[in-house]
Each structure stands twice: as C-alpha cells, then as structure tokens.
C-alpha cells in the first residue's frame, strides 16, 4: 500500500496534526511524519515533495499556520495529491492559514480542509488511496453505513421522547 506523508510546518502543530494520526492508524493505512516549513527550511520541504512519489507515497497532508504555504510550496514540487490543514495558530483565529492555503492559482491545487480538520485530511488521504484498493474501499463504506446508524439511533430517541 502507498504511504500517507504528513508534513507540519512546526512542532506546535502537533496536538492538531495528531488527530490525522489516529485515523490513519485506524485504517491500517501507513505513514510518515515530518517538520518541514516553507519558510524556516524550505529547501527540506522541496526535497521531500520532489522526492515523495518515488519514496512510495500516495498523497501528502501539510498542515501549517499563520502565513501558511506550506501545502502550497509541496504541491509546486509534486503531482501527488496535495491536502492542506490551516492550523489555527494565530491571533487571526486560523483565518489567515485557512485563505493562504486554500487560494491557490490555477495549475497547483491544494484540497484545502477546514481549519483545525485533520481527521478530515486524514479521510480524504484514505478516500485517495482507496481509488485502486478495495479493501479500503469497503473499510471506508462501512465506516459511513455505520456514522449513518449512529444518527439514526439518536433520531429515533430523539422522536421516541419528543414526537408524542
Ligand atoms: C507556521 O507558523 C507553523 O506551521 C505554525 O503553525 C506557526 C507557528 O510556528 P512556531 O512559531 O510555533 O514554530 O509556520
């Protein structure tokens, strides 16, 4: 199976970038963490994105804060799939990652999540890898079909107690 790369601009990315850990682990998918910044070592974060189709990887999440084009920067390096985590770091409560990540120029996309949404970056890397294997195509449909009865289940004790 293709590795999933998470790259973050900064250690203290790491309580929001951990949750793409556990969803990952999940899903028995593999992966590879690093601290790479576009703008503290980007010749390290160049390198990494040239070299990650070969290195065996199937999509990279980059997540980082404040002016973040850290996404940016590896998707101008990569064909890979490129997702974005604009990390709420700042006193601009994450919006200023969120329109740096998101606001790409035609040519270089980058699936931009929402702020903070790295359980979501982590789905989407898997949705990703699941285009050419089905066993993660039905782990993935399964977890939905049970989300799906998880909120019945509330519906109905919701209705059961106030739809007399
Ligand atoms: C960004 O600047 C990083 O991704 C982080 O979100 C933010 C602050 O970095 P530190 O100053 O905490 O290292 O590049």
Redesign the pocket.
């Known amino acids: 199976m293709k590795k999933v790369a998470i790259i973050?601009?900064?250690?203290?990315?790491l309580p929001v970038v951990e949750k793409a850990f556990a969803v990952l682990d999940e899903y028995g998918v593999p992966f590879e963490v690093h601290v790479y910044?576009?703008?503290?070592t980007p010749i390290e974060a160049r390198d990494f994105a040239v070299n990650a189709r070969e290195n065996g990887f199937g999509a990279v999440i980059a997540?980082?804060?404040?002016?973040?084009h850290?996404a940016g920067a590896i998707a101008a390096n990569t064909t890979l799939p490129v997702i974005g985590i604009p990390?709420k770091?700042?006193t601009l409560d994450g919006l200023d990652?969120l329109l740096s990540t998101v606001q790409m120029p035609s040519g270089i996309p980058v699936a931009t999540v929402a702020i903070d949404g790295a359980a979501n970056a982590a789905l989407l890397a898997i949705q990703i890898l699941a285009v050419s294997d089905e066993e993660l195509a039905e782990k993935l449909k399964a977890s939905r079909e049970k989300a799906s009865a998880s909120v019945l289940a509330k519906d109905k004790a919701i209705s059961d107690k106030y739809n007399k």
């Not at 910044?37 to 503290?40: C, E, I, L, V, W």
Request: aromatic fraction near 0%.
């Open positions: 973050m601009g900064s250690d203290s990315d910044s576009a703008h503290r997540a980082a804060g404040k002016a973040a850290l990390v770091s700042s990652a």
